[in-house]
C-alpha cells in the first residue's frame, strides 16, 4: 500500500477481525522500524480499545519487559484473553523478546510495518515460524538489488493480499496530486572517491553461478547499505535545498 493510504488502520481493522473470529482470545505483537514509529502506532492502537505494552531502550514504560512477561502470563493462564506488544526491529529480534514469544501458548499474530526490512539475515532470523497470523505492511516490499531477502519475505509473509498504489489513490481521490521536480546533486570530490572504493570493495563479495546469476554476500549487503547512506547524506543536498526554497519564496 502506497505511503499515506492507510497502512496503521488496515492492519489494525484486520487484527480486530481476527479477533472476532478467533472468539475474542488472541495475541497481538506488532514491530516498527523505528521508536518514533511505534508511538504513531501507539495513538491509533489506542483508539482501537488496545492498551499496548510499549517495548523498546527508552520506553516511557520504564517496567516494560515485566509487563510482558506478567501478560503472557496471564494470556496463557486464561486470565486474559488478549494482550498487545509493539516493538522496535531490534528488541523484537533480541534474545529476551525472542524468549517471551516462544513462551506463548495460543493465537498470536505478528504486524510488520515497513516490512521490507525483515528481508534482511539478521531480522529474517527473528521470524518464528510458529507464529500462525501474520502481516506485512510496505509501500514496497520487493528489496531492491536482493532477490534472496525478498523471497524470504514472500515464504514468511504469503503472496500480496492488498494492493493499492499511488495511482489508485491519487485516481480516487484519496491522496492530493502531485509532481515530480527532480534536483540534481553531484558528490563531492571526496564523497565521489569513498563511493568509488565501496564499490570495489562489493564487487569482492558478489559471485555469479553458471546461469550467470549473481549473489552477493551479507557483507556486500552491508556495504551497499553503507553505499546507499552516502549517497543519501551528500554534502550538497543542504545548499540544493536551501536555494530551491529561495526559488519558491
Known sequence: MATGTGKTY???????????????????????????????WVEDIIMFSMKPIIGYSTSKQRDWKRRLK??????????TNHFCFITT???????????????IKGSIVLVVDEAHNFGAKHLSNALNPNIPYRLA???TIERHGDEEGS??????????????????????EKLTPYFYYPIVVSLTEDELLEYKNI???????????????IT????????????ARLVAAAQDKIKKLADSIENIK
Open 216 to 227: 552477493i554476500s551479507e557483507t556486500g549487503k552491508m556495504l551497499l547499505i553503507k553505499r
Open 151 to 172: 523471497q524470504k519475505l514472500l515464504n514468511y509473509f504469503g503472496e500480496k493480499c492488498i494492493e493499492y498504489t499511488l495511482k489508485q489513490a491519487i485516481d480516487s
Open 70 to 79: 506478567d501478560a503472557i502470563i496471564s494470556f496463557n493462564l486464561g486470565v
Open 137 to 139: 505492511l510496505s509501500a
Open 199 to 213: 564499490t570495489a570493495q562489493i564487487f569482492k563479495y558478489c559471485t555469479k553461478d553458471r546461469k550467470g546469476n
Open 10 to 40: 488496515t492492519g489494525l481493522a484486520a487484527i480486530s477481525n481476527l479477533y472476532n473470529n478467533l472468539e475474542n482470545r488472541l495475541a497481538v505483537i506488532i514491530v516498527c522500524p523505528y521508536q518514533h514509529l511505534v508511538e504513531q
Open 89 to 103: 526491529n531490534a528488541t523484537f529480534s533480541s534474545e529476551l523478546v525472542q524468549n517471551q514469544i516462544e513462551r
